[in-house]
Each structure stands twice: as C-alpha cells, then as structure tokens.
C-alpha cells in the first residue's frame, strides 16, 4: 500500500473510531439513524395508501434543476475565490512531501469525493415525499445522493481548475466567465422557449428538461440522465455518465499540465476555509466583507438606550452588503417555489411543510451571536430582556419578505385566495420565529461549548416539541373540515405564543457574558 493511501485508508478509520469514542458524536449518530428509519417507515406507509404516483418527469426535473443550481453556485466561486479539494494537513505536509503533484492531486480527489457523499446524506431524508408521489425507493435515493455527490465533487474541481487556468489574467478569466455565462443561459433560454405557447406549462416544462438537448448540459444535465437511467433500468443512461467521465479526465490533465504550479494557486483558497473552519470551532463568528470597500454615510442614524443595537445591525447588514436576504435565504425561497410548483395539486400543505423544513437548517439568530462574543452588549445599562428583544427585531425584515417572496408566487401558482396566501405567509412567518427561538433556546443551555453535535440534536429535538401544538391544533381543525385561513392563522397564533414564551424564558441570556462561558 502507498504512502497516500495508507493515509486515505487511516483517516477514515479514526474517523468511525472518533464516533464510538465521542458520546456527541454517538448520539448524534444514532439520533439521525432513528429519523431516517421514521421517514422511510412513514414514506413507506404514506405511498401504500396511494393509488397512483405522479409522473417520473417530474422528479427527473426537480434533480436536474437542483443539481443545476448548486453546480451554477460552486463553479462560479471558481471565478473568484476559488475552491480546494485539499485541507491545511494537506498543505504543510503532502505539498512539501516526497510525492510527484499528479499523486497528491489524486489524493485530494479522492478525499473531497468522500467529503461530498457525506454532504449529501440529507436527501436521503426526502424519502418520504419523493417515495408517496413518485414511488421512488431507497435504492433510487441513494442513487439520486451519489448523482448529488458527484455534482459536488465536479463543481468543486472545476472551480479549482478554472482558478488555476485563469489566476494571474484577467482577460482568461473574463473569457472562461462568458463562456460559463452563455452555457447557462442558452441552456435556460432552450427550457423556457419550449414552454412557451398552449398547452398545460408544467407538462411542458418537463418534457423540455428530460429532453435530450437539457441533459447535455455538462456535468448535471449529465448525472441526471444517469440517473434517470439507473432508476428506470435504461442502458442510455451510461452515456451521461461517460461523458461525466471524460469531462473529469479532461479536468485531471488539465491540472496535470500545470504541474506543481497549482500548488501556489490553491494555498489562498486552502487557508480561507481553513480559517474558517477554525474560527467556527472555536465559538468566533466570521463575517467576510467585499473586497472593494466605498466609504459612504458614517453613524448609525439613530437609536438610544437598547434601541441602539438595532440601528448598528442595520449599518453592518449595510456595509457588508447583506442587505436584507443573504444568498442562502433567496436559494431556500427558490426552491420551496420550486416544490410548491411541482407540487400544486396536492394543496398547501406539502408546499407549506417543505419550506419550514428548509428553515430549519436556514433560520438563526443573524446578528445575535456576534453581539455575544463581544462585551460591549453586557455593558450596556438596559434590562437583559430589552436588549434581546432589540437584537432580535433585525429578524423581522427578512423573516417577512421570506415569507412573502415565498407564497405570494406560490399563492398565484396554486390559485389560492387572498386569505389563504395572507394565512400562510404568516405561517411561514411564526415558524421562522419558531426557529430563532429553538436557537435561542440552545445558545442558553449550552453557551460555548464545542460539541457542535449534540448541539445539533438538541436544536431537532427542540423544534420538533415547539412545532407540535401548531401542527396538532392545525390537524385538529382541517380534520373538523375548517377552512385553509383558519387552521394557518390558529397555526400561526400557537407558534406565536411558544416563540414567545421561550424568548421570555431566555431573557437573562444577555445579564451575564460568564453565561456564554
């Protein structure tokens, strides 16, 4: 066995060691071990009850556009910052070690391939909606996870071939921007152009991103119809995952023609996420401003008292350009349009459920945490309580367009009434809340503490119990045959009140910085 794969054997067995030996890790383990045999219990119980499942199309072009997002997102850093398949070890020891670049670049490779199969593990809990609509089983999950996997993969490799290709010209890289821009939108532009006329628009829209010509778009349009094929048994499939491997080995040489010469040109992409990571251990929130800073209005404008926290966030959000939605709340806000288009006929209910689903991994408590770690917030002669709440009111702004963004569109794609839409943004509205405060929640029991992983288990746990009295109440009156507007807003009202009242129980978590200790 080689050096490096003596190395790449190792890693991954201290890393199954470290879950046994860590009671966090275990039992964060065993907590997603358990919610996955729930959603596959439950998928499997929900899909016996159907009579007929809705078209495969559909599903083939949920992964193909979503495939196609994140890889648009990834390459695009490419541009910039670029990425790396390689971690800090990897630079300090492997870059200077007695190993011929093409050998460490295969390592890295190899690694970040590993790294994103973990990554991906999450759509395996969309098992239950994608196994009652479209009778997907798990063998098709995990085959629509590795599919996900190796878009990752691909997307990062090529953002850092592209950094390596173009580093050091301009004029290279605008080229390499403009072909990537022209490929993406030639690409839309041919998916929207044959969903224009009569006809029923989803239809359309579906057989134009299953058609050939869609899924010759590099890299997802190619995994999709290998995954396409897989699921349905069809050897065509193997074409969009040959061509997925000849644009690798294109990839490969072409960072093999560079030689050692991208070792320097990862080094800054490498120690970035190497920061970053680092500063995420520790409890330090890192906040990376724009490159090109413009001096503009000065102060904060206002605010007196408690008040004055809110007013600084304002100015913050301003200068590092995170006005309102940051890029991760408008890609969550896609994608739950995305779903309730797909999913219109079934009501608002699955559209509804989809969207909190994403807030829970998208909701925080924005500015909050930085205030924490800094001892000016504690200083300040206003009650614990009031300062909180000034904190918090940042959260208003976006949690509302949120939500409106979210279904307003969706209201007019589901030719819901005026009621129900209102209803449910402010359902979407009280679960962003929900949210905050199950964070908020956490952030008082544990403080800074570093296992991240029961932190997280204990953040699930918490929301499943504050979301539990909305949903049953909410089930309790549609069941009673009450109309949309009425279980929303009941809905809303009782996560009013539990965000409410848990954000009441936290009010001392800014009376004492040794709390945060």
Known sequence: MSPLSYLLFTRFKNQIKGVFRSPAKLIYAIALIAVMVLVVVGGQAGASEREYFRPMSELFSIVLGFYALMLVLIVNSGFSTGMSVFKMPDVNFLFAGPFRPLRVLSFGMLQQLGTAIITGVFILFQYGWMHGSYGVNIVGMVVILLGYSLVLFTGQLTAMTIYCLTSGSDKKRRVARLIFVVICVAWAGYIF?????????????????????????????????????????????????????????????????????????????????????????????????????????????????????????????????????????????????????????????????????????????????????????????????????????ESVGPFALMAVLTFVPLGFIMTLDPATTAAACLAHFSYAYLMLSGNLVCERVFGRVNMKALIFVFYFLVEILVCAPGIVAAVMLSINNAAPPVWLLALAGINALISLLAIFLCRGILNYAELKN
Request: hydrophobic share 45%; with cysteine.
């Open 193 to 393: 152009y044959n969903c224009l006329g009569e006809g029923d628009f989803l239809t359309k829209l579906c057989e134009a991103a299953t058609s050939s010509y869609a899924m010759y778009f590099p890299v997802a349009g190619w995994l999709c119809w290998a995954v396409a094929g897989i699921i349905e048994g069809k050897l065509v499939g193997l074409v969009g995952l040959a061509l997925w491997a000849v644009f690798c080995a294109a990839l490969y040489l072409a960072m093999a023609r560079a030689d050692q010469d991208y070792y320097e040109d990862v080094l800054q992409s490498t120690e970035t996420a190497f920061n970053a990571q680092a500063a995420a251990k520790e409890g330090r929130v890192t906040e990376t401003g724009p490159k090109k800073l413009k001096l503009g209005r000065t102060g904060l404008g206002g605010g007196q008292g408690a008040s004055v926290f809110w007013y600084k966030h304002r100015v913050e959000n301003r200068r590092s350009r995170a006005f309102i939605l940051s890029g991760a709340d408008l890609i969550f806000v896609i994608a739950s349009i995305g779903f309730g288009f797909f999913m219109r006929g079934e009501g608002i209910v699955p559209a509804l459920a989809f969207a909190v689903y994403l807030q829970m991994f998208s909701s925080s408590m924005r500015r909050l945490p930085r205030e924490m770690l800094k001892p000016y917030i504690y200083l300040v002669p206003e009650p614990p309580f009031k300062k909180l709440l000034w904190c918090i009111r």
